[in-house]
Each structure stands twice: as structure tokens, then as C-alpha cells.
DNA sequence: AGTACGGACTATGTATACATGATACGTGAC
DNA sequence: GTCACGTATCATGTATACATAGTCCGTACT
């Protein structure tokens, strides 16, 4: 049984596909905050019935993606500023938590990762490609989260990221915000490197509070 | 408009009502965790057709209290020892931000409702009354949890305290831990008195980690 | 005897059709 | 002219019926 090896996903069942895609388009922004999803039309868009559609629409409810009301229907959840500060606030709460239990175990496989994600997000950038930079940066990001007997704890970071994601894309238009996210990211590295903890969780919380200032200041410009 | 005042609640969507119903009985334990949830045994139980209790079934997949596989169907979420330690701990490190958020802003009226559900608790626990104690108990810590400006912070230790649930029963069914719980619930209420919101926050992780300790211990006898 | 194949059964997944509740617009009365 | 009521329309909510995947058990073959 060695097939060459192939990322082989048969197409899951309806409402996974359905969940997957609509997900996407709500966290990479393609669907805007605030738009109503009405089920039939989901559902046509998808050649799915509408069945399949309401099940997504419900997890990604769960998921805080969507804000729904009875027989008023679903809206892409729409944050303001107070949101998006309480959700930064959980970020740094959580996040130090988990690199406090992730940043000693760090292999060197990991720092090499790393090193190779800021390239990948300097390649994405020249590239303009918004996509690939917050792939990037996030994967950078749970390099330093993620790690085994805290699955829940990545989880809730997951999810963090996945509801402020929308947002968060403007930030990356920004060429300078882009250049500060780097050489941010590189004092990262080389604290990560060095092995010394307190310094990285000292230097993602200042990398938040830039982040958060720079969404703060774009939001109450066009406040939708 | 002013009809004799009532609590009326007209059944809501038929999701929703077994959404409660359902969600009720796995946090009170009357469904063990583990159990096989059937659609169609659910749907007859409730006298509604399987379509409604689908999507209820799916929400308490996102809430953690079920896990689905897709063809498999749906079980009761069972937690092992690890898991209850993680759950602690996130409790621990969310419950710290909350308290420290609202212990300042703690009114009279706020500490009077804390010292009757103390003794909520102990008329309870005289009467044997498992169900009233956990609820009393929840009514009174999140006292101490909830303020604005937080409402998803408070959200997520909702969720916490509803996936451990149906295990912290058995930890109110003794009588020695119920004492102890008591003794410390006055403690902690005489700090919050007493405005010392770090001596609060302290007396807090005790509790929890005596708890913690008694669920390890009662689990491993029992490693279901 | 052990294993592998195949078929029947069961529960889940999906589609279609119907019911109900909500919104919007128009009409009438004050 | 404004407000209130009623009706039409549409989207959501629900039920029934059908399709499909997964499991279990029996049989046949090695």
C-alpha cells in the first residue's frame, strides 16, 4: 500500500465543502463583513441543496463568523473597535501562555521554518500577494503556538486569528505596516533563537499593540 | 402594554428547544459523556424530525459538549485526565484577566447576591439537591467573572465551565469537598469585601486546584 | 480453522416539498 | 397627511422521502 504520496481529499461530504469554502471566503475577506448569506443562494452557488448549507451555517455561527437570528437570517459578524481590542486583549492573555509552554521546546527543524516563513512572506509581498502574506504570517506565528498538550489552547487561538482575520488583511496592504511586521518579526527570530522566552513573548506583545493601533486607526476612518 | 409580569418563553425554533433541552442534560450529566447520540432517537424523544435535531447536534459539536464523525455519528464529548487539567488551566489563566477586570468594580448589591448564594448553597447541599448546587455555585463565581467590556472573555469561561460540567458533579456529591468548598467560598468572599482583588485572585486558584485534584483522583479510580 | 469476500441492514447525508413566521407595501380611516 | 391595519410576498423553519456510506455477519475458499 505505497502510492506515491499525494495530498489525496476526496471531496468530503456536502456541508464540509460548503463550511470549507464559505470560510475561507469570510476570513480572507471575500465576503465583507455585514453581508447577509441567503441560504438559497448559497446553496444554488454551491449545487448543494439548502439542507447542507444551514449545517455550515450554523458551525460557522458557532465559530463566531456568522451572527444569525431567527427567521432573520445570517450576517458576516461585523466587529468594531471594542471587539477587535477584547480579541487582542485574549490574544495576549493566551498567546504568552502558549509560548511560554512552546518557546523552550523550540527544535531547530522549527527556527529554520521560521526563518524560511519570513521569506515567504517578503516573496509574497513583492508579489502584492495579500493572501500568501497572512497565510505566512500565521503559520510564523503558531510555529511558536502550537505544541502538543495544550491542543485546546491552540484551538481558541485558532479561532482568535480566524474572527479578527478579515481585518487583519488591510494591515497587510500597507507597505510600510509590512516593513515593521518584518523586521519585527526578525527580532522575533533571533530572541526565539537565542532561547530566551520572556524576550519573545515581550516583543509579540509589542508586535500586537502595533497591530492593533494600525486596525484601530484604519476602522475609525470608514466606521461601515 | 403592561400584562401581569411572566417569564414567557413561547417555544422557540424546535432547533432551539432541543438545542436546551439536549444541552441541559449533557452538562447535568444525565446523558453520561461518551453515550452515542442517534438522530432519529433524539427527533422521536422530542417528537420533531431529524432536521432540526441535526443542527442542534451540530452546535453542541462546536461547543465541545459532542464530537461527530462524518458516517459515525455523534457522542457525548468524554474527557480524560489531561483534558480536565488543560480546561483547569485555561480557567485559571481567563478567570485571573476577568477577575481582575471586575473585582474593582464590585458593588454592594453585588456582594449581597454572593452571600446568598453561599447560603443558597449549603440549603442545597442540605437537601441533597446536586443540580442546585452547581448552579448556585456557577451563579456565584461568575459574579466575579462578568462585566462589560468583556462579554467575549466571559463567553469563553462560560464554555469552559459547561464542557466540565457533567465531572464537577461528582465532585459536589461529597460531603467533605462540599465543606471545603463552602469554607473557601467565604474566604473569597470576605477578600472581595474587603476590595484585596490579588488576595481574590489567589484564593481562587486554590480552589481551583483543590478541585482539580479531587476530579483527578475520583477519575482515575473510575478511568471510565 | 482462519481469512477474505459479499450482501443485507442500519444510520447518516441530501434533496424536495410544505408550513410558518417576518417584512413591506398598499389601502383605508382619522 | 399620518397612522394603523391587513394582505401579499419571500425567506426561513420543518417534515418526509430518497441516496449513500459504513458496519456486521454469514459463507465460501484457501
Redesign the pocket.
Known sequence: MSLPKRTFVRP??????VLRELRDAIISGAIAPGT?????EV?EQF?????????ALRILEGEGHLT???????YVTALDIDDLVEIYRLRQLLESAAVRHTAGRLTEANLTVMRELIEKIDEAGAADDIGGIARANRDFHFVLIDSPGQARLVRLIHQLWDVSSPYRSHYFAGKENRERLQKEHRAILRAATAGDTEKVIELLDLHRRNAIAELAAALSEQPS
Do not use: D, I, K, M
Not at 12 to 17: H, L
Not at 36 to 40: D, I, K, R, V
Not at 68 to 74: E, I, L, N, P, S
Open positions: 468530503p461530504t456536502a456541508q464540509e465543502a447577509q448569506l441567503l441560504q438559497e446553496a449545487g448543494v441543496s439548502r439542507v447542507p448549507v444551514r449545517e444569525h437570528t431567527a427567521q432573520r437570517g445570517y
